[in-house]
């Protein structure tokens, strides 16, 4: 541990000298990705400026080969790593220029999912990561202005970072190149390159920022679902931050198995799939949040940038702040301060185990994320919002293009408002406490959060008779649905006959979210009740639907056949009501073999590609719980073993850690490793010697 502790301060020091000696100023590059080899070439051009004395000069490359390396136009000699270009002669202080051209093939950060025309190459470089298919910083305090061209057939569309300038035919067959300019310097972490059969959608917002719009070609029907409120959201952010839009132009891309959420890549983020929605499935999972979350980071994270992730809260914390801050825009304060009730919940119960604070590079995903964000609510709220606004414009506009710290932004809170930044910083920042009963304040000022914290304080020292008065008045009043939700997880703890009243209430209030806690809570449904129920069929949610469907195939065996009926044409959200579908044919069809056997053929091809892998998981997940392991399912466990998205990597090898534990599944592993490609007998080894 203290040799890795010491390679890594040594490192530090060597990027800490260097961005004080040298100065990388502007990138040029080409690049041309092969998706059949998965591999990378490009030619670069970096200017730089040497301001003091140093012995080498250090470009960021993983595992890449390099050629034509010149300095200032000359041949020079040079070292390769493996992970970093060494230049160590032909330079001189003042202006300088290397150039040259490079091979890798990238084991992560340059991604390439699908064949065909449904081929997408993409990047994720958050963090230190874009070194590994463009030889640049991992250091985010060396900003550049990054110029790049990419070359790719004519049938696709190419996006990187910056404004579009133009396209041409190369001399290199059917392939376009296409040209992209950056005006003002980033943080490498945030290039980015996104390469698929897009379609796209522009509009204009009040200030003039040109809004894109992507969308793969088979979606073209979802563009006001998926993208709804974008640009309502980006001119609330606008006028909330203070400061203009920095970058000129705003693209969103929606890409199949995305690693993450989205990733805010200067003026282009990338966004998963499973974001691209209809009407009905905005109801059950949008992009609004992640949309206001990854535009927010332009400002915060891109405009200025922390200096180390220490203070990555500088980031994560106000992202989240304010992208809550643009949805209480679009749904309202109730929405805004129950998020922060939820939030904070959360944050009280993790804090039990969670005992590493805010400004720690080990901070959680939560601390930086939510706990950032209670931070500057509360922040926001000592100090009131015209301080709070002000003290923002000034940080933004000081440190813009450059890289910060937290000390420095709360000396401009400090200067803003004669807060005492040093006990919030010591409550908020450097402590790991959440202590609910210290924040209450801050929510009780919104009458359904109240509300909802009276109903938890008090329902217990009722009676049955005053508990359900308070729960029916509650139910037919106007209060937030949230509110109406706890209601009907309430109105468990009274008779049958009370809670059924209840239950009927909660079905006429129309209210999407409600209704669907009445299908979750109510399993067992009575006779008098199931022509209401059924309602639940129809709802503008596709879970809704799946829950209610599989409610009354448990409750009403004589329905079994309509149901299966009624839903065979059924997608949903990620297929989800597909799966719900082919699940009730496979039990059901005990008399109907044809039918189970087709019903298990058609599942088998929902755990495959070209399916996203959210649909992959759960078509599998599906086989697993019903104890159905074909060999294909074998298979694909594999192959999803292997995959680049970890959530999904992880969900395979956990199943088939399990799965080979049985004695006839092992055989059937072992069965398979003559009968499946080279790179899945290899895997399939690695699980048999790994659980002898």
Not at 41 to 60: P, Q
Not at 123 to 136: A, C, D, E
Not at 473 to 495: A, C, P, R, T
Not at 579 to 592: C, F, P, R, W, Y
Request: with cysteine.
């Amino acid at each position: 541990m203290n040799r890795i502790l010491l390679f890594l301060f040594i490192s530090l020091s060597v990027y800490s000298q260097q961005t004080k000696k040298v100065d990388f100023k502007v990138c040029r590059a080409i690049v041309s990705p092969n998706h059949i080899d998965e591999t990378i070439t490009g030619e670069v051009v970096y200017e730089f400026e040497v301001k003091s004395k140093i012995d080498t000069i250090r470009i960021d490359a993983i595992a890449m080969v390099f050629t034509n390396v010149l300095l200032n136009g000359n041949e020079v000699d040079f070292k390769n790593s493996g992970k970093e270009l060494l230049l160590f002669e032909g330079y001189k202080k003042g202006t300088n220029m290397v150039s040259f051209r490079y091979t890798a093939k990238p084991k992560q950060t340059l991604y390439f999912s699908g064949e065909g025309e449904d081929l997408q190459i993409w990047t994720q470089g958050q963090g230190k990561n874009t070194s590994y298919w463009l030889p640049s910083f991992d250091d985010v305090n060396e900003k550049v202005i990054f110029n790049l061209s990419a070359s790719f057939r004519n049938d696709f569309e190419v996006i990187l970072n910056g404004k579009f300038l133009a396209k041409n035919y190369n001399s290199k067959g059917n392939l376009i190149q296409w040209d992209y300019s950056m005006e003002k310097p980033m943080s490498s972490y945030l290039v980015m390159m996104a390469i698929g059969r897009f379609i796209k959608q522009t509009e204009i917002t009040k200030q003039g920022t040109v809004l894109e719009f992507y969308l793969d070609r088979k979606d073209a029907d979802k563009f006001e679902s998926t993208y709804r409120y974008s640009k309502r959201m980006f001119e609330f952010l606008e006028d909330e931050i203070g400061v203009k839009y920095p970058w000129g132009v705003y693209k969103q891309i929606p890409v199949r198995d995305f690693l993450y959420a989205g990733m805010e890549n200067t003026t282009s983020t990338i966004f998963s799939q499973d974001f691209v929605v209809d009407s009905i499935s905005f109801n059950d999972k949008n992009y609004v949040n992640v949309n206001a979350h990854e535009l927010a980071h332009q400002w915060f994270g891109n405009l200025i940038t922390a200096k180390e992730s220490k203070h990555h809260w500088l980031h994560e914390g106000f992202a989240t702040y304010y992208a809550l801050l643009a949805e209480k825009e679009v749904f309202g304060e109730d929405y805004f301060y129950n998020e922060l009730y939820e939030s904070a919940q959360i944050l009280e119960q993790a804090s039990k185990q969670d005992t590493i604070p805010i400004l720690s590079p080990k901070a959680s995903s939560l601390t930086f994320y939510k706990k950032g964000a209670w931070a500057l609510h509360v922040l926001r709220s000592d100090i009131g919002t015209t301080k709070f606004k002000k003290a923002i414009q000034c940080y933004l506009n000081k440190y813009e293009y450059e890289n910060v710290d937290t000390d420095e932004f709360l000396k401009i809170i400090r200067k803003a408002s004669r807060y005492d930044i040093k006990k919030f910083k010591k409550n908020w920042l450097e402590s790991s406490e959440f202590n609910f009963n210290a924040i209450e304040n801050y929510l009780v000022i919104n009458q359904s959060v109240n509300q909802l914290l009276e109903f938890n304080r008090t329902n217990r020292q009722l009676s049955e008779e005053e508990l359900f008065e308070k729960l029916k008045k509650g139910i037919l009043s106007d209060l937030y649905y949230n509110v109406k939700q706890e209601i009907v997880f309430q109105s468990q703890n009274l008779s049958e006959e009370h809670k059924m009243e209840i239950m009927l209430l909660a079905m006429e209030t129309n209210d999407t979210k409600v209704r669907q806690t009445v299908a979750e809570v109510l399993k067992v449904i009575p006779i008098n009740f199931k022509a209401k129920f059924e309602t639940l069929l129809n709802d503008n949610s596709y879970i809704t639907r799946e829950i209610a469907l599989f409610r009354l195939w448990t409750n009403f065996k004589e329905d079994r056949e309509s149901l299966i009926a009624l839903s065979k044409d059924w997608i949903g959200t990620n297929y989800n009501l597909k799966i719900a579908n082919l699940t009730l044919k496979i039990v059901g069809s005990n008399d109907n073999l044809e039918r189970r056997q087709n019903a298990i053929a058609e599942l088998e091809i929902y755990t495959k590609l070209p399916y996203e892998s959210s649909v992959r998981e759960a078509a599998l997940q599906t086989f697993i719980e019903l104890g159905i392991i074909t060999d294909s399912v074998l298979e694909e466990l594999i192959e999803a073993s292997i995959h680049h998205k970890w959530q999904f990597v992880k969900f395979a090898k956990d199943n088939i850690r399990k799965l080979i534990s049985n004695d006839d599944i092992r055989q059937n592993f072992i069965r398979l490793q003559s009968e499946t490609s080279r790179k899945v007998t290899e895997r399939i080894n690695y699980f048999l010697k790994e659980t002898k």
